[in-house]
């Protein structure tokens, strides 16, 4: 079992950055690879970013490469995202999420554990 808690949501303005992050408890986080989602009123939650259980492979959706950055600190069973060069389309609610498998999914249903969310607002 592994327990997901987000932070570091808020409102900035375009072009602002905001860093994310997600701490899990138990044991077992350095053997996730890890996710994060992202869900705007009316739309489906969609793939943002994900990093395997090493750190050592990172992947991205075409909309957030170059300006989002995952990591993970195994050490302190955390994962971040650094958010650069916001826009008013990502405003969201921003999960993260455990998967058991070697190399993460970019599908919901990939994956085993999820946080409750973090608000990230971009005003225009």
């Known amino acids: 079992q592994v327990q997901l808690v987000e932070s570091g949501g808020g409102l900035v303005q375009a072009g602002g950055s905001l860093r994310l992050s997600c701490a899990a408890s138990?044991?077992?986080?350095?053997?996730?690879?890890m996710g994060w989602f992202r869900q705007a009123p009316g739309k489906e939650r969609e793939f943002v970013a994900a990093?395997?259980?090493?750190?050592?492979?990172?992947y991205y959706a075409v909309s957030v490469k170059g300006r989002f950055t995952i990591s993970r600190n195994n050490a302190k069973n955390t994962v971040y995202l650094q958010m650069n060069s916001l826009k008013p389309e990502d405003t969201a609610v921003y999960y993260c999420?455990?998967?058991?498998?070697?190399?993460?999914?970019?599908?919901?249903?990939?994956?085993?554990?999820w946080g409750q969310g973090t608000q990230v607002t971009v005003s225009s």
């Open positions: 138990g044991r077992t986080f350095s053997s996730y690879a």
């Open positions: 999420a455990a998967d058991r498998a070697v190399v993460p999914g970019a599908h919901p249903d990939d994956y085993d554990y």
């Open positions: 990093i395997s259980w090493s750190g050592g492979s990172t």
